[in-house]
């Protein structure tokens, strides 16, 4: 499984962004999807997960409420919406395939995107 994220850019506080994660390869829809990021000097840092049938998501508990993980199983695509941004949510943010639905954990994660930039200014 090969993974393209894009969508990333610089927005003010407030606003919103839409991060796609595109896969190519076979059994897209037999894996549980998820979304990372990782700060300047930061240790990367699970944001968001979908389970293979999109019917699952969690989240962590700092974009709970701002943030959507969604999944389009026939094109291949994975979204986050990311509403009310702020600074502290600037960070690299990568999508990720797992064989375990809604993980926690980066180890779970086998297939990694490049990630996308997102930076938010106050």
């Known amino acids: 499984v090969q993974l393209q994220a894009s969508g990333g850019g610089l927005v003010q506080t407030g606003g919103s962004l839409r991060l796609s994660c595109a896969a190519s390869g076979r059994s897209f829809s037999n894996y549980g999807m998820g979304w990372f990021r990782q700060a300047p000097g930061k240790e990367r840092e699970f944001v968001a997960a979908i389970n293979q049938n999109g019917g699952s998501t969690d989240y962590t508990d700092s974009v709970k409420g701002r943030f959507a993980i969604s999944r389009d199983n026939r094109q291949n695509m994975v979204y986050l919406q990311m509403n009310s941004l702020k600074p502290e949510d600037t960070a690299v943010y990568s999508c990720?395939?797992?064989?375990?639905?809604?993980?926690?954990?980066?180890?779970?994660?086998?297939?990694w995107g490049q990630g996308t930039q997102v930076t938010v200014s106050s």
């Open positions: 990720a395939t797992s064989v375990f639905d809604l993980s926690h954990l980066a180890r779970a994660y086998r297939y």
